[in-house]
């Protein structure tokens, strides 16, 4: 028998699930899932949109309103689900290559508009589902399939490019900092806005196997060691500050919300028409 | 919060792959992996601090509330 949390949210018939041994995938799930169960959302008023990949996989697992679609349009689809029905809590799953490669216009679109959804984007700095291709998140000189010899792509910084784009909350969890992750995804879903939140998450079968980075726990200690939180990290020297990266809430702004201006602009309209 | 005296340890076998992380995440070395599998090994030293089903990639180890 599974717990009570998964019972309630997944469809388990379908578990157990794909991901290889060792995959933070199915950690960020459980941590997107109990976001939703601590805010008492009830399951019809949440919508799962995912694109394609590994980490896409999850809307197939959870018992919500959920949408599969096409390669890197995840973000698109769930844009247009948004404006037909402004009251659901539309979460995105997403992952690096997804979000970042072929749908990376459509993430800065969305950030750009700050329409109000919950973007999870599951990095794992790698194509897992193809076979080990580098993506835009594969730290410059780690190997690939597609990178025999060592990227020389310098890789993005997902959190500073949402940022940028306008998202006006932007936060970072590890598959080891759960508690924290989830937390992060809470304030995501209540944020009136744009949400982003990069969920590090861990291949050992591709990204780990291909740069000699040890078992699922030797990369999950590695998340331990070098996640620092924001607070900590403001505080760092810079040479500190080498080989670590920050997590927890990054920035947040407050920003006109798409969906309500969209509206707006319907009202106003009628009333010329009446 | 639960009162943690009512809850137990409970594994899934079926689910489990084997991965090794709750072994790794439990800070009372309550955990084991044999033949691929989660063995509960010192359920007494359990604290009920719930950080392997927080970690388990696959939902093969959770506590659960005793009725």
Redesign the interface.
């Given at each position: 028998?599974?717990?009570?949390?998964?019972t309630n949210y997944?469809r388990t018939e379908t578990?157990?699930?794909i991901?290889?041994?060792?995959?933070?995938?199915?950690?960020v799930t459980?941590?997107i899932v109990k976001a939703i169960d601590n805010l008492n959302i009830p399951k019809d008023d949440v919508c799962i949109v995912s694109g394609i990949g590994c980490s896409s996989r999850a809307a197939g697992y959870l018992d919500f309103n959920t949408l599969h679609t096409t390669h890197g349009r995840a973000l698109a689809f769930a844009t247009g689900v948004k404006l037909a029905n402004p009251k659901l809590h539309v979460i995105v799953i997403t992952g690096d290559g997804d979000s970042s490669a072929i749908g990376g216009n459509h993430l800065i679109h969305a950030a750009r508009r700050n329409i109000d959804l919950t973007t999870v984007v599951f990095n794992n700095s790698i194509y897992g589902m193809t076979g080990g291709q580098y993506s835009p998140t594969t730290p410059t000189g780690d190997k690939a399939t597609t990178a025999p010899y060592g990227s020389i792509d310098p890789n993005f910084d997902l959190c500073e490019l949402a940022n940028a784009a306008g998202a006006t909350y932007v936060a970072r969890g590890t598959?080891?900092a759960?508690?924290m992750l989830e937390k992060v995804i809470q304030e995501g879903i209540l944020n009136k806005g744009f949400s982003f939140i990069e969920a590090i998450s861990t291949c050992?079968t591709y990204y780990g196997r291909k740069n000699k980075k040890g078992?699922?726990?030797d990369m999950?200690?590695y998340l331990k060691e070098n996640g620092v939180m924001y607070s900590a990290w403001n505080k760092m020297s810079e040479e500190d500050k080498i080989g670590k990266f920050p997590i927890g809430k990054l920035y947040s702004k407050e920003r006109k919300e798409y969906t309500e201006q969209y509206q707006r602009l319907i009202d106003s309209l009628g009333k010329e028409r009446n | 919060m639960p009162v943690k005296e009512k809850q137990s340890l409970?594994t899934?076998t079926?689910?489990c792959?084997?991965?090794?992380?709750c072994?790794?995440?439990c800070p009372k070395q309550v955990l084991a992996v044999e033949d691929e599998k989660v063995v509960i090994k010192n359920v007494d030293k359990c604290i009920k601090c719930g950080q392997c089903?927080?970690?388990?990639?696959?939902?093969a180890i959770?506590?659960?509330?005793e009725k």
């Open positions: 028998m599974p717990s009570e949390l998964v997944f578990l157990p699930h991901w290889c041994p060792g995959c933070g995938n199915g950690i459980r941590a598959v080891y759960v508690n050992p078992s699922a726990v999950i200690q | 409970k899934n079926n689910w792959k084997g991965c090794g992380i072994v790794f995440v089903e927080y970690h388990c990639p696959d939902y959770y506590l659960e509330e």
